[in-house]
């Protein structure tokens, strides 16, 4: 995992709202928007614009059934980032690879 995926990683997991969105995804099998909405009480346009964000850094997919879209975590995407930021602690650079 290179530097970059690992910032985007990151930013995407540093915002609150992010976060607690993901960790919804993550404890369910998959859920689509309206669920998302009603879970943190926020507009459907900021879910989206999250649920953006969190799929372009590789911890959700996203995959349309009808009218709904349903997410899902990638957790082989947080098994790679936690090794790359281990890799940065005990001093190495993170590898080169995608």
Same mark, same amino acid.
């Given at each position: ?11 995407? &997991?540093?915002? @609150? *709202?992010?976060l607690?969105?993901? @960790? =919804?995804?993550? +404890?369910?099998?998959?859920?689509n928007? =309206? @669920?998302?909405?009603?879970?943190? !009480?926020? *507009?459907?346009? *900021?879910? #989206?614009?999250? &649920?953006?964000? $969190?799929?372009? +850094? =590789? $911890?959700?997919?996203?995959r349309r059934? =009808?009218?709904?879209? /349903? #997410?899902?975590?990638?957790? @082989? *995407?947080?098994?790679? /980032?936690?090794?790359? &930021?281990?890799?940065?602690?005990? !001093?190495?650079? +993170?590898?080169?690879r995608?």
């Amino acid at each position: 995992m290179n530097r970059s995926v690992i910032e985007k990683i990151s930013k995407a &997991l540093a915002d @609150e *709202t992010r976060l607690r969105i993901f @960790e =919804g995804i993550s +404890a369910s099998k998959h859920m689509n928007c =309206g @669920e998302i909405v009603s879970m943190r !009480g926020v *507009t459907p346009a *900021t879910v #989206s614009h999250h &649920l953006k964000i $969190l799929s372009e +850094a =590789g $911890l959700i997919a996203c995959r349309r059934e =009808g009218q709904f879209v /349903y #997410s899902q975590a990638v957790p @082989e *995407t947080i098994v790679a /980032y936690a090794r790359a &930021l281990a890799k940065i602690a005990r !001093g190495k650079k +993170a590898a080169r690879r995608r």
